[in-house]
């Protein structure tokens, strides 16, 4: 045998040793990873088939149609259970949950509302909502923690309740606090005393512990006792997530734009029509034709309106006051509110509410010329047929004119009327002291 053969025999020989070491490796490696489980995963997603026509002939010549293919599956997201009850994580029929948490994902675990989930959901308001699955029911908090009017579908999963017998998909706390099971002792082992701890002298009535952090009722964990024992819990955090981010505006709207003032003050009380320091405004008017005006923002105590929201509502008090001044003259603002869907600049928001009473040094006017100082014969002799007469005999007389209707809710009210005081409380002299004019006027 040449030399050169040789070599290459035994090159050959090397060769097969190596790539056989090589497929025994891959197989080993294979059969590791077939044992190995994927933490969670999606349900693979529907079979994809070929559309075809039911009428056309099968072409013989075709190459075979390859077998139907799914799409890689993809995990869910992933929630560990804290100890730490603040943090809102939650069982709920044997998985694990943080919330809040988006919509998106919570159906992706296979929850399905019972009803149609339709129509919009302005800012910062929540409602509870019937899901199923594998025969289950659960009372879910959803919400829209933004500050724009969102579809249902876009809202965030804040919460859970299983709110009677009807309600069977299983609430777990941490620190297995479970339903039918935990007591009070438990409870209060694992998280301490409520803040409505109180004795139970009658272990046999029903009996609330309520856990909240700093007496803020949007994210609280109650749980109903009876029998000693443990049969509903409630939790909620209704606090934003990354998805709730939302860009402010500085444009005006098509409103504010197509906004014209009043040619004049007119002598109908019904048209919401004043007119302050020479000036006429159709109530609600915006912000901007005060500014256009000469008047100048004083105290701004806030930057924004969320979409569709009162300023005296989302800043949560009564009597919530923007002042303007130009020179030694002043008006309050006791409402802004934002038309639009997305949250505004107050700037370009909408004056719904002025006031103004006896010792401010600037006056609103009424049509007819009713305005601080007039007499009541004036004023019913005026409008007396339109107002509605709200005595209080220890007082003053009041009256008003409303129009359309009042709404209630969290963020957003409509209060459409005119209250005007006769009178200061133990010295009535039969003149106007007070006047306000409120105007949300819904399109």
Request: proline share 5%; net charge negative; hydrophobic share 35%.
């Amino acid at each position: 045998m040449e030399k050169n053969d040789f070599v290459a025999l035994i090159s050959g020989i090397a060769a097969v040793f190596v790539i056989g070491a090589i497929v025994t490796v891959l197989l080993v490696v294979a059969s590791g990873c077939k044992d190995a489980e994927p933490a969670a995963v999606l349900e693979s997603s529907p079979s994809l088939t070929r559309q075809m026509d039911p009428d056309s002939e099968p072409d013989e010549k075709a190459e075979p149609t390859p077998e139907p293919t799914t799409p890689p599956i993809q995990p869910l997201a992933f929630f560990e259970m804290s100890d730490n009850l603040y943090d809102f994580t939650v069982k709920l029929d044997g998985d694990v949950f943080r919330l809040p948490l988006t919509l998106e994902v919570f159906m992706s675990y296979g929850w399905e509302p019972v009803k149609e989930l339709s129509g919009s959901f302005n800012p910062y308001r929540y409602d509870y909502c019937d899901f199923t699955r594998n025969g289950k029911k659960a009372y879910v908090v959803l919400a829209n923690m933004s500050m724009e009017v969102r579809d249902y579908y876009d809202s965030t999963v804040c919460g859970f309740w299983n709110l009677g017998d009807n309600y069977n998909a299983e609430i777990e706390l941490t620190k297995n606090i479970k339903i039918g099971i935990s007591t009070k002792d438990d409870i209060m082992a694992a998280f301490g005393y409520p803040v409505n701890f109180k004795d139970f002298n009658d272990e046999s009535e029903y009996n609330t512990l309520k856990y909240n952090l700093e007496d803020n009722s949007n994210r609280e964990i109650s749980m109903e006792l009876k029998n000693a024992k443990l049969t509903r819990i409630h939790i909620k955090n209704l606090t934003q997530i990354e998805s709730d981010t939302t860009e402010i505006s500085s444009e005006k709207t098509e409103r504010e734009l197509n906004y014209k003032a009043p040619a004049e003050l007119g002598s109908d009380i019904k048209s919401f029509n004043v007119m302050i320091d020479g000036d006429v405004y159709h109530i609600p008017a915006p912000l901007s034709a005060f500014l256009d005006n000469g008047w100048q923002i004083s105290e701004k105590n806030l930057e924004y309106l969320p979409g569709k929201t009162s300023s005296r509502n989302f800043t949560f008090s009564f009597g919530n006051i923007f002042q303007l001044r130009k020179g030694d003259k002043y008006i309050d603002l006791s409402d802004l509110y934002n038309y639009s869907k997305k949250p505004l600049v107050i700037e370009n928001c909408f004056v719904v509410s002025v006031w103004s009473y006896g010792t401010r040094s600037i006056d609103i006017v009424l049509p007819g010329g009713i305005t601080i100082g007039s007499t009541e014969s004036e004023l019913l002799g005026l409008h007396g047929d339109f107002l509605e007469k709200h005595s209080l005999e220890t007082s003053q007389r009041q009256y008003s004119y409303f129009s359309g209707r009042k709404l209630g809710g969290v963020f957003n009210t409509k209060s459409d009327e005119i209250v005007i005081s006769v009178g200061l409380e133990g010295d009535y002299t039969g003149k106007i002291t007070t006047i306000t004019v409120s105007n949300q006027e819904e399109e």
